[in-house]
């Protein structure tokens, strides 16, 4: 926890996700090791050592959104970590030497800090998280690395040489160039989360084109992208990926399904203009999704000042579904669904 800066709001799924890349976990059969992450959590605010900041609610049960933890007990936490090399936190008040750092298992970069990477190889670091604004090159000297966030650096240029650190488990980062993500991303076998943004401005979309390849990588837990393009796999598929969301297009054939049957979360957009055939994507198909628990779709228009997108298709869904949240659509010709849906979803969520 000591890798947050005070008073930081954390996002449980992205708390989760850390301490499944670190191996703090131990799998306890037949649960999912975020299930088993959710109890060490629910344990650790029960001894009022993590604070709830918010719930994600759904009929009558709560989720955990965010939470936080105390000043003074995030100052203990840093202070006992630092002394057993399990976690050094860099910033303005701490004073930076190579050899400190070297040997420290994590990283964690609060400050406006620069130094020089050059002088680290062989380093013992297994996590570096960039929770700053300042500048830090992506390099090999870090060969046991497990855990890469660097998701407030602005990459222009896809930092290829992160493929060479073939222990990563985790990888977030800012890509804004361009618009492919090389195949060789698939050679970290071990990777179990990649999150890519593009934040390329308001209004601004590039369609960032995925790499087929990437369904082979056999460990892929959770996949976050802003306006990706996956392409339907057809030779391969991955029974451990929990997450899809950011794709664009998405066709929902039986055979791209049956190659993502564990999926629990998928966040999907469509364009839409006046040649659009909806049956093309097989939306129908979602019914085959049986572990899926949360369906966040969203329409765009050809224009932006265009009205809302008609839904014609049918839409079928296993009764696992939780939550379903559609946007920037019409349900002109989904009315004769409502009520069923209305039966089946505590909480149905339609946006404009």
């Known amino acids: 926890m000591g890798v947050f800066p005070e008073d930081y709001v954390i996002h449980v799924s992205y708390l989760i996700r850390l301490w499944v890349a670190e191996g703090f976990l131990k799998p306890i059969i037949p649960k999912s090791l975020e299930e088993v992450a959710k109890e060490y959590l629910e344990d650790l605010i029960d001894r009022n050592l993590i604070m709830v900041r918010d719930w ?5 049960s709560g989720e955990l959104k965010t939470c936080s933890i105390h000043d003074l007990i995030r100052d203990l936490i840093v202070r006992k970590a630092q002394e057993e090399k399990l976690l050094h936190v860099m910033n303005q008040k701490v004073e930076i030497s190579p050899e400190i750092i070297k040997n420290q298992r994590r990283l964690s970069i609060h400050g ?11 380093s013992t670091v297994r996590s570096l998280l960039h929770l700053a604004d300042s500048l830090l090159s992506v390099n090999t000297c870090f060969p046991l690395l497990r855990v890469l966030d660097v998701r407030n650096i602005t990459f222009n240029k896809f930092p290829i040489e992160i493929v060479q650190l073939v222990n990563l488990r985790y990888i977030a980062l800012i890509y804004t160039g361009k618009r492919k993500i090389p195949a060789s991303i698939s050679k970290l076998c071990n990777l179990q989360t990649l999150i890519v943004f593009r934040r390329l401005g308001y209004g601004k979309v590039r369609i960032l084109y995925l790499p087929s390849e990437i369904l082979k990588m056999p ?14 796999p057809s030779d391969a598929g991955n029974g451990n990926l929990q997450t899809l969301t950011g794709v664009i297009d998405f066709r929902c054939t039986e055979e791209a399904l049956r190659r993502i ?16 055939k909806w049956s093309i ?9 049986h572990q899926l628990e949360t369906l966040k779709c969203h329409f765009v228009p050809e224009f932006q000042m265009e009205p809302l997108v ?14 379903l949240n559609l946007s920037r659509c019409s349900l002109a010709e989904f009315l004769g669904k409502i009520s069923q849906l209305l039966d089946h979803f505590p909480i149905l969520k339609c946006s404009n």
């Open 281 to 289: 994507y097989c939306l129908e198909n979602l019914v085959n999704l």
């Open 112 to 122: 406006e800090i620069r130094f020089d990477v050059g002088d680290m190889y062989d």
């Open 56 to 60: 994600s609610y759904s009929g009558d």
């Open 310 to 323: 008609p839904l014609a298709f049918d839409l079928a869904f296993h009764p696992n579904l939780k939550k």
């Open 219 to 232: 460990q892929l837990r959770h996949l976050v992208f802003e306006h990706g393009f996956l392409p339907c």
């Open 261 to 276: 049957p564990n999926l629990k979360t998928l966040g999907i957009s469509y364009r839409y203009d006046s040649r659009t």
